[in-house]
């Protein structure tokens, strides 16, 4: 830069085109990863009868979307995610959180214990969910670890992986919520430790009950995570998945515990696949429904955590 | 209530795994803060001055030693049940909460009949308020406001459940210069005002001179010498505090004593009755020189800093191994191109200290 007026001349022709220059390469990425993929399958969501092999429709219209909408699979499968997603979502929000303040309040032990608390962040998900089936499994050999605990308490054994609706969408519940809880551990923990200590000494000598430090200190200088980790985990939970092909399989509509992605991914490639114009429908709602809800979630939360 | 500390000794565990010796932060500091007065812990960084202070509002435990608010014993009180305010040095006030929340906070966590009416307690955080003169912006967040502004506010958050001592930890360190004198001032009409028994931690001498009833010069955790400021500065009780109290600093030069004759170099230059013939350390006071031609103390001629009122003559002397500030009246016929400086002692600026004790030698 020669001279100062370069520098503060917003606008200026010289700097604007640099200024692109800088921005071109994660521009190119993101417009051919993200953005034509994106207007790709809108485009499909809307042309009727796609074929991807020789690349005709029969015409253009919403009637992707009024056979998705009508077909009971994708509303079993919204009814799944939306029930995944307003359980999995706070509890496990709240119980990290819980982790993290029983973490942050212990001396001895606690790079052990974070360390243990992480590590399913670094397992295998489907390895997870292969011991999740193997602990709440009911064959004819063995009713399977839990089944073996609630019978001790007088309860008969209930088939989890392959019985009622409730007691498999309570594994699936189960399982979302081990695999992200360590990952909410280690961003809660580490935003505990970083409020700094000074607030908590003045509260001592003001006499705070532990009760008000909590909700009036600690809260509010943590609540930028906790929105943080409530908006990705609402995301993630919309998009799961492979978390039910772990515990059950591929064949998720069989199982009455399809998700939306899974419908996508059943319409591109399963048994009843090759219909690439049903799958981009779902794929374009679910985008609104994730859209929508984050949006809600950015105002709601701008709202209630304004520092300044 | 006055604060009395008795044998307050403070030591920590080593943090260094390797080096397992302790730190002793306090050594045996023993103390009494009259009731209503303003009393500045002073010493430069480490001597255990904050450590002291936490101490005192019981955030910290110490080792062995008593500290008694009046009558009271409150070194097993926990901090919350002393009535201390403290004012941090980085104010600690709660982003999240305006400048009224945050003044009010203290007396929200009182329970039962100590509890005030809402009313009460807006009337108090108003009233604390317009003590710190930031009435004006009671419904501004701390990120909004100066340095200065925010020292305010935490002062009227430890003013406003009315404490038995306030106590405050370097207040003015975060403020510039400006900002720093008009607020030492400020604190000193606050405390009188509100008659409260004020401590108050820092390593500007200047600062605690400046404002406080008396001062209490603190290094490596023991303490060295208390009493009114200007009592201090005229009369230390050892080199160290001789040279940590006033700007431009002490002077110090190697010397000798023979025959009750006080020698800098080769120059006898003062009289010193009833001192036996020993090495010393000579410290003369910027102000202790008297600019005379046939003075007794010569020192060769480096510049003058012109101050308008007063002028300040740089000169240096083979006997001290730093440049010398003499500080005398701008009437003084001193010339800067001359070589040489001729000076008279005044006896009263001049302080003798034992070359290996540091202590003060009187004459």
């Given at each position: 830069?020669?001279?100062?007026k370069?520098?503060?001349?917003?606008?200026?022709?010289?700097?604007?085109?640099?200024?692109?220059?800088?921005l071109?390469?994660?521009?190119?990425?993101?417009?051919a990863?993200?953005?034509y993929p994106?207007?790709?399958?809108l485009i499909?969501s809307?042309?009727?009868?796609?074929n991807s092999a020789?690349?005709?429709?029969?015409?253009?219209?919403?009637?992707?979307?009024?056979?998705?909408?009508?077909?009971?699979?994708?509303?079993?499968?919204?009814k799944?995610?939306?029930?995944?997603?307003?359980?999995?979502?706070?509890?496990?929000?709240?119980?990290?959180?819980l982790?993290?303040?029983?973490?942050?309040?212990?001396?001895?032990?606690?790079?052990?214990f974070?360390?243990?608390?992480?590590?399913?962040?670094?397992?295998?998900t489907l390895?997870?969910g292969?011991?999740?089936?193997?602990?709440?499994?009911?064959?004819?050999?063995?009713?399977?670890?839990?089944?073996m605990?609630?019978?001790?308490?007088?309860?008969?054994p209930?088939?989890?992986?392959?019985?009622?609706?409730?007691?498999?969408?309570?594994v699936l519940c189960?399982?979302?919520?081990?695999?992200v809880?360590p990952?909410k551990?280690?961003?809660?923990?580490?935003?505990?430790a970083?409020?700094?200590?000074?607030?908590?000494?003045?509260?001592k000598?003001?006499?705070?009950?532990?009760?008000?430090?909590?909700?009036?200190i600690?809260?509010?200088?943590?609540?930028?995570?906790?929105?943080?980790?409530?908006?990705?985990?609402?995301?993630?939970?919309?998009?799961?998945?492979s978390?039910?092909?772990?515990?059950?399989?591929?064949?998720?509509n069989?199982?009455d515990?399809?998700?939306?992605v899974?419908?996508?991914?059943?319409?591109?490639?399963?048994?009843g696949?090759?219909?690439?114009?049903?799958a981009?429908?779902?794929?374009?709602?679910?985008?609104?429904?994730?859209?929508?809800i984050?949006?809600?979630?950015?105002?709601?939360?701008?709202?209630?955590?304004?520092?300044? | 209530?006055?604060?009395?500390?008795?044998?307050?000794?403070?030591?920590?565990p080593?943090?260094?795994?390797?080096?397992?010796?302790?730190v002793?932060?306090?050594?045996?500091?023993s103390f009494?803060?009259p009731?209503?007065?303003?009393?500045?812990?002073?010493?430069?960084?480490g001597?255990g001055?904050s450590?002291?202070?936490?101490?005192?509002?019981?955030?910290?435990?110490p080792?062995?030693?008593?500290?008694?608010?009046?009558?009271?014993?409150?070194t097993?009180?926990?901090?919350?049940?002393?009535?201390?305010?403290?004012?941090?040095?980085?104010?600690?006030?709660?982003?999240?909460?305006?400048?009224?929340?945050?003044?009010?906070?203290?007396?929200?966590n009182l329970?039962?009949?100590?509890?005030?009416?809402?009313?009460?307690?807006?009337?108090?955080?108003?009233?604390?308020?317009?003590?710190?003169?930031?009435?004006?912006?009671?419904?501004?967040?701390?990120?909004?406001?100066?340095g200065?502004?925010?020292?305010?506010?935490a002062?009227?958050?430890?003013?406003?459940?009315?404490?038995?001592?306030?106590l405050?930890?370097?207040?003015?360190?975060?403020l510039?210069?400006?900002?720093?004198?008009?607020?030492r001032?400020e604190i000193?009409r606050?405390?009188?005002?509100?008659?409260?028994?004020?401590?108050?931690?820092t390593?500007?001498?200047?600062e605690?001179?400046?404002?406080?009833?008396?001062?209490?010069?603190m290094?490596?955790?023991?303490?060295h010498?208390?009493?009114?400021?200007?009592?201090v500065y005229?009369n230390?009780?050892n080199?160290f505090?001789?040279k940590?109290?006033?700007?431009?600093?002490?002077?110090?030069?190697?010397?000798k004593?023979?025959?009750e004759?006080?020698y800098?170099?080769?120059?006898?230059?003062?009289?010193?009755?009833?001192?036996?013939?020993?090495?010393?350390?000579?410290?003369?006071?910027?102000?202790?020189?008297?600019?005379?031609?046939?003075?007794?103390?010569?020192?060769?001629?480096?510049?003058?800093?012109?101050?308008?009122?007063d002028?300040?003559?740089?000169?240096?002397?083979m006997?001290?191994?730093?440049?010398?500030?003499?500080?005398?009246?701008?009437?003084?016929?001193v010339?800067?191109?001359?070589?040489?400086?001729?000076?008279?002692?005044k006896?009263?600026?001049?302080?003798?200290?034992?070359?290996?004790?540091?202590?003060?030698?009187?004459?």
């Amino acid at each position: 830069m020669s001279s100062g007026k370069q520098l503060s001349g917003v606008g200026h022709t010289a700097t604007t085109i640099r200024g692109w220059l800088y921005l071109l390469p994660a521009l190119l990425f993101l417009a051919a990863f993200m953005i034509y993929p994106l207007i790709d399958v809108l485009i499909y969501s809307i042309e009727e009868g796609y074929n991807s092999a020789s690349q005709t429709s029969f015409g253009i219209g919403l009637y992707n979307y009024r056979y998705v909408l009508r077909d009971p699979y994708f509303l079993k499968a919204v009814k799944n995610t939306f029930i995944l997603v307003i359980i999995t979502v706070p509890i496990s929000t709240g119980l990290s959180l819980l982790v993290a303040l029983g973490l942050n309040s212990i001396k001895k032990l606690k790079n052990m214990f974070q360390t243990i608390f992480f590590l399913p962040y670094v397992t295998n998900t489907l390895a997870v969910g292969l011991v999740f089936m193997i602990l709440f499994r009911k064959t004819e050999y063995s009713d399977g670890l839990v089944n073996m605990i609630l019978s001790l308490f007088g309860m008969t054994p209930i088939d989890f992986i392959d019985g009622p609706y409730w007691a498999k969408m309570m594994v699936l519940c189960i399982y979302v919520i081990w695999i992200v809880m360590p990952f909410k551990i280690l961003i809660l923990t580490s935003a505990l430790a970083s409020v700094p200590d000074v607030y908590y000494q003045a509260a001592k000598i003001d006499g705070t009950p532990s009760w008000r430090v909590f909700t009036k200190i600690t809260l509010p200088m943590i609540a930028p995570m906790i929105v943080y980790l409530i908006i990705t985990g609402f995301i993630g939970a919309f998009k799961a998945y492979s978390d039910a092909v772990a515990i059950f399989g591929v064949n998720l509509n069989v199982a009455d515990m399809n998700t939306i992605v899974g419908y996508v991914y059943d319409m591109l490639y399963g048994d009843g696949g090759g219909y690439p114009s049903y799958a981009s429908a779902a794929a374009i709602i679910l985008f609104v429904i994730v859209l929508t809800i984050t949006v809600i979630n950015l105002v709601v939360s701008s709202q209630a955590t304004d520092i300044t | 209530m006055e604060v009395k500390m008795e044998k307050i000794t403070k030591i920590f565990p080593s943090r260094d795994k390797k080096d397992k010796a302790e730190v002793v932060a306090v050594n045996d500091f023993s103390f009494e803060v009259p009731d209503g007065s303003l009393v500045c812990l002073l010493g430069p960084s480490g001597c255990g001055k904050s450590t002291l202070l936490y101490m005192i509002c019981g955030l910290e435990t110490p080792t062995s030693g008593r500290i008694n608010f009046g009558e009271q014993d409150v070194t097993d009180l926990p901090a919350e049940k002393r009535g201390v305010g403290l004012v941090f040095q980085n104010y600690a006030l709660y982003p999240h909460l305006t400048v009224r929340q945050n003044i009010k906070f203290p007396l929200e966590n009182l329970k039962g009949e100590e509890r005030p009416t809402k009313e009460e307690m807006d009337k108090r955080a108003l009233e604390a308020a317009k003590l710190v003169q930031i009435d004006g912006l009671m419904d501004r967040k701390p990120g909004q406001m100066s340095g200065g502004q925010q020292q305010r506010v935490a002062i009227a958050r430890a003013l406003v459940k009315m404490p038995k001592v306030l106590l405050m930890d370097e207040p003015l360190s975060n403020l510039d210069a400006r900002l720093r004198l008009q607020t030492r001032e400020e604190i000193r009409r606050i405390q009188r005002e509100t008659g409260i028994t004020t401590i108050f931690v820092t390593h500007d001498q200047e600062e605690a001179m400046s404002i406080s009833d008396m001062i209490v010069v603190m290094k490596d955790g023991v303490l060295h010498q208390t009493g009114k400021p200007q009592e201090v500065y005229d009369n230390p009780v050892n080199l160290f505090v001789a040279k940590f109290l006033g700007t431009p600093a002490i002077n110090v030069f190697e010397g000798k004593v023979k025959n009750e004759n006080l020698y800098i170099g080769e120059e006898a230059v003062l009289e010193v009755k009833g001192v036996e013939d020993k090495d010393v350390w000579v410290g003369i006071r910027p102000e202790g020189f008297d600019p005379d031609e046939n003075g007794r103390f010569t020192c060769k001629m480096q510049g003058i800093d012109v101050m308008g009122r007063d002028i300040s003559v740089v000169c240096r002397n083979m006997a001290s191994k730093e440049v010398i500030r003499a500080i005398v009246s701008a009437e003084n016929d001193v010339k800067a191109s001359s070589m040489e400086v001729k000076f008279n002692i005044k006896p009263h600026k001049t302080f003798l200290f034992d070359k290996t004790t540091e202590e003060r030698i009187r004459f």
